[in-house]
């Protein structure tokens, strides 16, 4: 695991304890120091004035639905086992959920809209799969799909577009022509920011991050034909920092996503701006804190926030710049391994804070990479090859 020399925060910021670790930061970090936590000849090239802004994106698609939604949020790709009765979904199409409404407040979107495999436009209006009410609104990055045909998405929503109104929320699940059919509430939902989605079939089980309490839930379902059942309900991690945040809602624990085989759950918290791993993920009966630290990395961590698996084993995370925000490096992903090594970083927009929801899909030795660049209100497809092992970007 990579663990960066602490940096001191100012005398105005309050530093955070983890695992008996006292770290912090300074805003904005010095070059020198940048090279010193990463890897220098690799940090050096990704600084340089003449690199590429992206490598060749395959495609670049509107997000804003006709009713005007934006901040999109959440992705998710339709699977290859997906029952689709009526529906027009097809394998490898892309769900995203848009968080705002037309006027840019948060938590007050009500649209999930599609990307068809091959198709969309930069400027016209996208498919709409899902488009709800005030009473299920907010739709955050938690935005997952079951084979059974049902796609299941966090609702986070607020009054007034800041985070003292947000409410507890709730998961809606949608059926496969696009119908709310029911809405989960539960105690240890509080604030779905972000959630894993894990597709056993008849069963499912949901690991959710919530805002509102620095949480992380695993709710067990039993799922049929008419929706999901609730089993269990069990916090399996706490103690992650977290506040509301003007820029971002919150600053708290967001992305994860599960390793089957370790039984481990790894998490981006966004204001503790590092990656934990929860271990014995789906047996555990309590939380005993937030795990423990996987990747700690100043010199890359902006506000760590969406994470998903990339098609060659490692990790990919989003950044905020809610955290940590350095000029140079704005609305970054940033790759690295499981053992908490940074392999590269990819810019997605050349202003801060665009930087949010993304997802891979794999189909033999092609596999489809989507991120969400809220700042434009786009998402942008690439198609890589992972018949060789390389870098993502």
């Not at 059974?148 to 607020?158: A, D, I, N």
Request: proline residues 7%; hydrophobic residues 40%; glycine residues 10%.
């Amino acid at each position: 695991m990579k663990i960066c020399t602490p940096f001191t925060r100012s005398e105005n910021d309050v530093t955070m304890r983890r695992t008996g670790l006292t770290f912090g930061w300074k805003k904005p970090l010095a070059a020198a120091a940048l090279l010193a936590c990463g890897t220098g000849a690799g940090v050096a090239q990704l600084l340089l004035p003449d690199a590429p802004y992206l490598p060749n994106p395959v495609r670049v698609v509107s997000t804003v639905p006709t009713n005007g939604d934006v901040n999109p949020y959440g992705v998710a790709f339709i699977p290859k086992n997906f029952i689709y009765g009526a529906g027009k979904e097809r394998p490898g199409d892309i769900l995203v959920a848009n968080f705002n409404n037309k006027n840019n407040m948060q938590g007050t979107g009500t649209t999930i809209v599609r990307i068809p495999a091959a198709g969309g436009s930069s400027t016209a209006p996208p498919i709409v799969f899902y488009q709800g009410t005030s009473a299920a609104q907010g739709m955050s990055t938690a935005l997952g799909v079951l084979q059974y045909g049902f796609v299941v998405v966090g609702s986070l929503p607020t009054t007034d577009g800041t985070s003292a109104t947000a409410q507890a929320g709730s998961l809606l699940v949608i059926n496969n022509v696009g119908k709310l059919i029911q809405k989960i509430t539960d105690p240890n939902i509080d604030g779905p920011w972000d959630m894993t989605l894990v597709d056993h079939g008849d069963t499912a089980v949901a690991y959710v991050t919530n805002s509102l309490n620095g949480t992380i839930a695993r709710i067990n379902f039993r799922v049929n034909t008419n929706g999901l059942t609730k089993l269990s309900s069990t916090v399996i991690a706490s103690g992650y920092f977290h506040r509301g945040d003007p820029a971002t809602l919150f600053a708290a624990p967001c992305g994860s996503v599960y390793d089957a085989k370790t039984d481990q759950l790894y998490v981006a918290s966004s204001a503790d701006n590092l990656v934990f791993a929860v271990p014995n993920a789906s047996t555990r009966t309590s939380s005993d804190g937030p795990g423990y630290i996987v990747y700690q990395d100043f010199g890359h961590l902006h506000g760590a926030l969406a994470l998903a698996w990339a098609a060659n084993g490692n990790l990919l995370v989003s950044n905020s710049d809610g955290i940590n925000p350095l000029a140079t490096e704005p609305s970054e992903i940033v790759e690295f391994t499981t053992d908490g090594n940074f392999v590269k970083q990819l810019p997605m927009d050349p202003a801060q804070g665009g930087s949010f929801g993304l997802n891979t899909y794999t189909n033999g030795e092609t596999s489809v990479f989507a991120a969400v660049d809220d700042n434009q209100n786009t998402l942008t497809i690439w198609t890589l090859n992972v018949a060789t092992p390389a870098p993502v970007f």
